[in-house]
């Protein structure tokens, strides 16, 4: 799972009034060090006109490959992950108050860097495993005040 901006950073003209409107599933194929790596994705939920949630199934587990699709193929960077944010200093970037907020309060704690990213599950066919996890509490919070 991930929440990205629901709009592009980058407007790419499509149609006549030059949105780029994310479609509800889709595949990414856009290679990482030269390498081919393949993506799905689909929306899961969608917090007004701003924010949605994106869930992504990898197909060939490159490093950083859900957070490099997300900011490169779909042109919507995880939130608060200043890595794929273009080099933009995210103090400078209009997040959406709950997330600004959480932002805020995780700089002041000096804690890891937190981002919007979450292996909802992970599976391994070949070894019989198959591991799911909630959303962590603080991230319920940010969705319920986006609700």
Excluded: C
Aim: aromatic content about 6%; hydrophobic content about 35%; charged content about 30%.
């Amino acid at each position: 799972e991930a929440l990205v901006p629901a709009l592009p950073l980058k407007i790419h003209k499509q149609g006549g009034d030059g949105v780029d409107a994310l479609p509800d599933s889709g595949e990414i194929n856009l290679p990482i060090n030269n390498k081919s790596a393949r993506s799905e994705f689909s929306i899961t939920k969608r917090f007004g006109d701003d924010v949605i949630r994106i869930q992504m199934e990898t197909f060939t587990g490159r490093k950083h490959q859900v957070r490099r699709h997300a900011a490169e193929g779909l042109s919507r960077p995880l939130f608060l992950d200043a890595m794929y944010w273009e080099g933009r200093n995210l103090s400078t970037v209009d997040l959406p108050d709950a997330i600004a907020r959480l932002s805020a309060e995780s700089s002041r704690k000096d804690e890891n860097e937190r981002f919007f990213l979450h292996a909802s599950s992970l599976r391994i066919p070949k070894l019989g495993i198959e591991v799911e996890a909630p959303l962590p509490h603080w991230w319920q919070e940010v969705e319920k005040e986006l609700s």
